[in-house]
Nanobody
Framework: QVQLQESGGGLVQPGGSLRLSCAVR????????MDWYRQALGKEREWVATSSRDGPTNYADFVQGRFTVSRDNVWRKLYLQMDNLQPDDTAVYYC?????????RGQGTQVTVSS
């Protein structure tokens, strides 16, 4: 059974940083492409970043070099380092995976950027 559990969210001031984690169970992370998404209150879910199973990473345009996605295949964790956070980054952040034709995601972790 695929299980994803995000953590690391919180309240941060504009310009601050957070590191999100996603614990992955039920898939072999070494051969699995993983994604980060976010959903702000009242808005559609939007894609943030992808960590491809063979190495490359991709980011949404709004990231503008502020976020870095990484993974630890041994400990089965996906990370999202977020720097220079701005109020528009306030959202619930989710990790996700498409496994055998099904979309899975965790419960999410709230990120609030406010002074």
């Amino acid at each position: 059974q695929v299980q994803l559990q995000e953590s690391g969210g919180g309240l941060v001031q504009p310009g601050g940083s957070l590191r999100l984690s996603c614990a992955v169970r039920g898939v072999n992370l070494k051969v699995t492409t993983m994604d980060w998404y976010r959903q702000a209150l009242g808005k559609e879910r939007e894609w943030v970043a992808t960590s491809s199973r063979d190495g490359p990473t991709n980011y949404a345009d709004f990231v503008q070099g502020r976020f870095t996605v990484s993974r630890d295949n041994v400990w089965r964790k996906l990370y999202l380092q977020m720097d220079n956070l701005q109020p528009d980054d306030t959202a619930v952040y989710y990790c996700g995976v498409n496994f055998r034709g099904r979309e899975f995601r965790g419960q999410g972790t709230q990120v609030t950027v406010s002074s």
